[in-house]
């Protein structure tokens, strides 16, 4: 293609993977709005049914099928049935409005095709590729050089699912970015040769015919009989594509009513189509909040936008002011600011429908972009170059010729804590050959004369609850060279001790106190040692108490084990047990009480 001027060497660049190539990864979207009574039985009825996916980052076509979708993307423009957007449709529905009422039984009807990407025949689909690639109006790359990239892609569609490879044999992969191209063009010219086929059988042509990607809408004028007809000829047209028009749901001939893309559609008692704000039962109000992290720009301009949207959607008054009292009451909930939200909804409302209707032309950026990672510690650059620009205006008279404006700062969006904590691919689980299993329990190491904790506790295989009374199983195998959480008591069996079991909740692993023996050092050393008679550390003042013997009365039983080192972990469970086992010292270091943490760490 370089050779042959068809592909710049910029873009030949980009179609080549960058470092080392991968399989693709299937997985699945739910489709979490079906009816329960419709999910599949394979799952035992526990799961909504999937949306195949297979994403083609890093794959071997992941360039091409890029290079293929930019240079096909504006024949599916042409084609008859071509449906671009909500917008689209409503300005479609507006001209139908114009021309006059609808004939007395005229209902709206939309359909769904089942499976379209994976059901899409390679021969058919190829064929009908390049007849409409044949039709171009600029044939600066040639037809058989994008039908064989095409075919490139279609046919290199391996992807990994648990653990495994797999070729995909019939149809396109949901994913790949010519996918939608290549499945619409086909059925475009599917759909022809149905409704020329279905003419010639004498049969009655649907009105308004229009599809987005796999989501078909057009009006009926010919009664339900005769629709049924269409659908039963729709769906035996050919032997992979299938058409879903349930009765009931994708049309009424009661309300004459139809749900679509974002709207209900319906027929009014004069005859005009009417349409509102649909919303899927399964919709819950998550408008992005003002304090994410996010420039402050967007969360300024979500209420203007979401207004506009309403009085772009709305055919009638009264749903228009229901819906927008609607979206204030969720937007102030989400911790927007009333007052913007009602001047945003203001703005929105001086429009005129018309006005909301008409196609807004992006114009070329010419300017250099600085692309960034947000954060909201940034300073504000636009202002900055703004300024940088003009200073270097007023010091070379010929800038403006190679920087005629400052260049438009854009931002990136950093990882979000899913994408941090997710994986897109899950490892194989790996069986190894474990170890006998050491019993659970906390069992000590008998050098007595090296360890000292060995002297200040005993072999346990479980505890009572300070608390509960409860015995609670230690279900690790801990050592006195162990880390993790521990328990300190006082076992004086006269006087206030015996009566309210003065406890403390400890950690190991965090900084010097790298295990069991080492922390109870610490703590011996702030009960006897003659430096330490001042200490302010809770189970030291606990020990130096008139009556109290450290080397009688303390006792350490180690009851988790915590191989992290991670001070964030530690103290979390930390905080955990001493919530757990009420160990907050709430009284002064000298008075007697049951709790003997002061703070994590004390």
């Not at 009422?101 to 990407?117: F, K, L, N, R």
């Not at 290199?156 to 019939?170: A, E, Y």
């Not at 328990?487 to 295990?515: H, Q």
Request: include cysteine; glycine fraction near 8%; hydrophobic fraction near 35%.
């Amino acid at each position: 293609g370089v050779d042959q001027g068809f592909i710049h060497p910029s873009d030949a660049a980009e179609m080549v993977p960058d470092g080392e190539v991968k399989p693709g990864r299937y997985y699945g979207l739910a489709k979490v709005h079906k009816a329960r009574q419709s999910w599949p039985e394979a799952a035992g009825g526990r799961c909504p049914p999937l949306r195949p996916v297979v994403s083609g980052n890093g794959t071997v076509g992941e360039g091409i099928s890029h290079w293929v979708d930019e240079a096909a993307k504006g024949e599916v423009r042409r084609l008859p049935t071509y449906l671009e957007d909500t917008r689209h449709l409503l300005q479609l529905i507006q001209e139908e409005n114009s021309r006059g009422p609808q004939p007395a039984g005229t209902v709206p009807v939309t359909g769904d095709i089942i499976g379209m990407y994976t059901n899409v025949p390679l021969d058919e689909g190829l064929a009908a590729f390049t007849k409409l690639m044949e039709e171009r109006e600029d044939k600066s790359v040639p037809t058989a050089y994008l039908v064989k990239l095409m075919k490139f892609v279609a046919e290199s569609s391996i992807f990994m699912f648990d653990s495994k490879l797999f070729l995909q044999l019939l149809g396109v992969a949901m994913g790949s970015r010519s996918s939608p191209t290549f499945a619409c063009l086909f059925v475009g010219v599917l759909e022809a040769f149905i409704l020329m086929a279905w003419e010639q059988l004498g049969g009655l042509l649907p009105h308004m015919l229009r599809r987005f990607i796999d989501d078909l809408f057009f009006l009926w004028r010919h009664g339900e009989k005769e629709l049924q007809r269409f659908i039963t000829h729709l769906n035996t047209s050919h032997k992979t594509i299938k058409f879903e028009i349930i009765p009931g749901e994708s049309y009424n001939y009661t309300t004459r009513s139809v749900n679509f893309l974002d709207l209900t559609v319906w027929v009014n008692e004069q005859g005009y189509l009417e349409t509102t704000l649909y919303q899927k039962p399964c919709r819950m109000i998550s408008y992005l909040l003002p304090s994410s992290c996010h420039p402050g720009f967007i969360c300024r301009n979500i209420p203007y936008s979401l207004a506009f949207r309403l009085v772009r959607i709305e055919s009638t008054e009264e749903g228009l002011v229901r819906n927008l009292k609607k979206l204030q009451e969720e937007l102030i909930s989400r911790g927007y600011r009333p007052a913007s939200v009602a001047e945003a909804v203001t703005r929105a409302k001086q429009l005129s429908r018309a006005v909301t209707l008409q196609k807004v032309q992006r114009q070329p950026n010419h300017r250099p972009v600085l692309s960034l990672p947000y954060d909201p510690r940034l300073p504000g650059i636009t202002g900055i170059l703004r300024k940088r620009h003009q200073a270097l205006l007023r010091r070379d008279v010929n800038a403006r010729e190679y920087l005629q404006e400052a260049p438009l700062v854009t931002y990136t969006r950093t990882k979000n804590i899913r994408e941090i904590v997710f994986r897109a691919q899950v490892p194989k689980l790996q069986l190894r050959t474990l170890r006998a299993a050491r019993p659970p329990g906390f069992f000590k190491c008998g050098r007595k004369t090296n360890c000292a904790l060995c002297q200040y506790s005993d072999n346990a295989s479980s505890y009572t609850c300070p608390v509960t009374g409860a015995l609670v199983k230690i279900t690790q195998h801990i050592t006195c060279q162990s880390a993790g959480v521990y328990l300190v008591f006082c076992r004086k069996t006269s006087g206030a001790c015996a009566r309210l079991s003065p406890t403390y909740v400890g950690i190991t692993g965090e900084g010097g106190s790298a295990s069991f023996t080492h922390r109870l050092g610490e703590h011996v050393g702030s009960a006897t040692q003659p430096c330490q008679a001042d200490t302010v550390k809770p189970v030291g003042r606990h020990f130096r108490l008139p009556g109290h013997e450290a080397h009688r009365d303390l006792y350490m039983l180690p009851i988790e084990v915590i191989s992290s080192r991670d001070v964030f972990l530690l103290r979390a469970r930390e905080t955990f047990n001493i919530l757990k086992f009420k160990s907050e010292k709430r009284l002064s270091v000298t008075d007697i009480e049951h709790g003997l943490n002061l703070d994590p760490g004390q």
